[in-house]
């Protein structure tokens, strides 16, 4: 269970002009698996700090931003275990913990790195939400499109 979450470092560094077609791509690479001493009152449990990066490169050689943190989270005692040694042994992390950290990720640095992205003049790297207006129907249209009784 994810119980907190840090930051330690947010840059964003804008290299070059904005022109034609830009590509922002973002990713998320977890550094390091760290165990944490457990909060006071917890027993039974371990506290583990997963460290990550993530990053939106605007191509090309346009801009760069960056959010590296922590995330703090819970587990007993042979899942921690198993985390640490999956992640000393292959860098790797289980699929279904790793899709709910990066989920996490992605919800607290991708709005961070869009607010950020706007201050200094680029492009969202995510796709914003557009609504389309529809033209009224006229009345002639209206009429047309009444059911008609037989």
């Not at 119980?3 to 550094?31: C, M, P, R, W, Y």
């Not at 490169?57 to 922590?70: R, S």
């Not at 985390?83 to 950290?101: A, C, N, R, T």
Request: hydrophobic fraction near 35%; aromatic fraction near 6%; charge should be positive.
């Amino acid at each position: 269970m994810i119980i907190h979450f840090t930051l330690d470092k947010i840059s964003v560094d804008k290299t070059g002009q904005i022109k034609g077609k830009i590509e922002a791509k973002n990713g998320i690479k977890f550094l390091d698996i760290a165990e944490s001493p457990t909060p006071e009152g917890i027993t039974g449990q371990s506290l583990l700090k997963f460290k990550f990066s993530y990053k939106v490169d605007y191509l090309p050689d346009v801009a760069k931003t960056e959010i590296v943190g922590k995330i703090h989270f819970l587990t007993d005692k042979a899942t921690k275990d198993k985390i640490l040694e999956d992640w000393d042994k292959h860098s790797k992390i289980e699929p279904s913990l790793s899709g709910q950290l990066v989920n996490y990720v992605f919800s607290k640095c991708g709005v961070m790195a869009l607010t950020l992205s706007q201050q200094v003049g680029l492009p969202p790297h995510i796709s914003l939400p557009r609504i389309a207006l529809k033209q009224k129907a006229t009345e002639s249209d209206e009429k047309d499109n009444k059911p008609k009784a037989s």
